[in-house]
């Protein structure tokens, strides 16, 4: 296993598609837990999307409600926060564990009951995250998850789970496309250790600047310091409601 931090900016710099993507770890200067998502499109219906907050959840909404055609994989809420937790995911299985969640089950426990998207030939990947940040801020730590197709056919589910304890300027990196491809290929082995800033806002110019400027469509960063609880939060939409 290689310990090094590879560079945001260089990954995403070199890959057109890496659809959608999740980024956790701890700041560069060790005060505050970091989060990043974002969603990129090829086809009209799933450019056309913007990020909305509502209370402390973030939610996906159409742009132009007119040129809506499949609203079934492209509107969710990426973002939901139980108690402690903080939930980061690429589709409606947020839903899923916060429903968990607050039924005294656990993270793992809710990804169990899902798979892959029904999107064939792709079958995307479900990615999935969840910050404990602890009570008090005390304790911090994080998880991932992919569940995969088995095969090309999606005859079966993989189930795949990471737990980490948090060091100042490591982040984990899980998005759901190895590159543009058709087949889109799906995104392969652990999550990918990068280098994080000081603030949700430099990890926010990172990541958007570094986007293929024709696929990305939204983003939403997010810290919260471990020692005061504040929180810092940066939504950028591509089209503005």
């Not at 810290?223 to 005061?228: K, N, Q, R, V």
Request: glycine content about 8%.
């Amino acid at each position: 296993m290689s310990y090094a931090r590879k560079s945001i900016s260089k990954l995403l710099g070199s890959n057109a598609y890496p659809g959608r993507g999740i980024i956790v770890g701890k700041s560069s200067d060790g005060k505050k837990a970091l989060f990043a998502y974002f969603i990129m499109g090829r086809s009209d219906n799933s450019r056309n999307r913007v990020f909305l907050k509502k209370d402390e959840a973030i939610f996906t909404e159409p742009y132009d409600e007119s040129k809506v055609k499949d609203p079934s994989l492209i509107i969710y809420a990426p973002v939901r926060v139980v108690g402690s937790d903080v939930i980061v995911t690429n589709g409606d299985q947020t839903d899923t564990i916060e429903t968990a969640l607050k039924d005294g089950k656990c993270f793992r426990h809710a990804l169990m009951t899902r798979e892959f998207e029904p999107d064939a030939p792709n079958f995307t990947p479900r990615i999935s995250a969840i910050l404990h940040l602890g009570k008090k801020r005390k304790g911090y730590t994080y998880e991932m998850s992919i569940l995969k197709s088995a095969d090309s056919k999606g005859r079966a589910c993989n189930r795949y789970f990471y737990s980490y304890e948090p060091l100042s300027g490591l982040g984990h990196f899980i998005h759901t496309y190895k590159k543009d491809g058709n087949p889109l290929p799906t995104f392969e082995g652990e999550p990918i250790r990068v280098k994080l800033p000081a603030t949700a806002k430099e990890l926010a110019e990172e990541v958007w600047n570094s986007l293929d400027e024709s696929n990305k469509i939204s983003l939403v960063c997010r810290s919260y310091d471990l020692i005061s609880g504040e929180e810092e939060e940066i939504i950028v939409n591509k089209y503005q409601k």
